[in-house]
Nanobody
Framework: QVRLVESGGGLVQAGDSLRLSCAAS????????MGWFRQAPGKEREFVAT????????YYADSVKGRFTISRDNAKNTVYLQMNSLKPEDTAVYYC????????????????WGQGTQVTVSS
């Protein structure tokens, strides 16, 4: 059974940085595309970033491009999201997600999810 556990969220000020981690177990990590999504109160879950199985291809939402970096360590079964220059509008619960093989950017395409970690950015 696939298990994804996020960590690293917290309360920060605008302009600060955070690094989220997602530890995966119960899967052959190297055959899974990994993604980060977020959901703010009253809003739908939205795509943040995704990374291919090897880590060679990454994709970002326009709202985070140039500020966030997704990476993975297949030896540690872990995916990361480095978030720099955080803004109040980045406040949300951040979720890690996994799907086999092909890169995707919509929540419906991912079939394994973590429990989420809260990121709050104060102005």
């Amino acid at each position: 059974q696939v298990r994804l556990v996020e960590s690293g969220g917290g309360l920060v000020q605008a302009g600060d940085s955070l690094r989220l981690s997602c530890a995966a177990s119960g899967l052959t990590f190297s055959v899974y595309t990994m993604g980060w999504f977020r959901q703010a109160p009253g809003k739908e879950r939205e795509f943040v970033a995704t990374i291919s199985r090897s880590g060679g291809n990454t994709y970002y939402a326009d709202s985070v491009k140039g500020r966030f970096t997704i990476s993975r360590d297949n030896a540690k079964n872990t995916v990361y999201l480095q978030m720099n220059s955080l803004k109040p509008e980045d406040t949300a619960v951040y979720y890690c997600a996994a799907r086999q093989w092909v890169v995707a950017t919509t929540p419906a395409d991912f079939n394994s999810w973590g429990q989420g970690t809260q990121v709050t950015v104060s102005s």
